[in-house]
């Protein structure tokens, strides 16, 4: 019986991965330390952004609300008219989303033109 006859159908790409007590620890450890930084923990733990969230949601985790540096600001206001969000988000090791939601944030603050 192949996947197609077991309901998967063609587009069937992965099993779901167990969260491991190390993995779930690590998580509990790291999550505010990194705050929304979920690119060193998609690295560390080999699991996708949404996975990351969704288990840490699970634990009833939470990230400080203020948690971009000055640093990484400064950096996003200077390289968000050349770099894409993709190379923002490598670089300052955050999603796509993320960087998206922190241009529309400084934005509403008049801290971006636009």
């Known amino acids: 019986m192949n996947n197609n006859q ?26 505010a330390k990194n705050k929304s930084q979920i690119m060193v923990l998609v690295d560390k733990l080999n ?37 894409t969000y993709d190379e923002l988000a490598e670089e300052l090791r955050r999603t796509r989303p993320a960087i998206a939601h922190k241009i529309q944030e400084l934005k509403k603050k008049g801290v971006i033109n636009g």
Do not use: H
Request: charged share 30%; proline share 2%.
């Open 6 to 31: 077991r309901g998967f159908g063609p587009f069937f790409c992965y099993m779901k991965k167990r969260w491991s007590q190390e993995d779930t620890q690590y998580l509990i450890d790291n999550y």
């Open 47 to 83: 699991r996708t952004a949404e996975a990351i969230q969704w288990k840490a949601s699970q634990l009833c985790l939470t990230l400080e609300e203020n948690y971009w540096s000055e640093k990484d600001v400064t950096f996003l206001l200077k390289n968000r008219e050349w770099m």
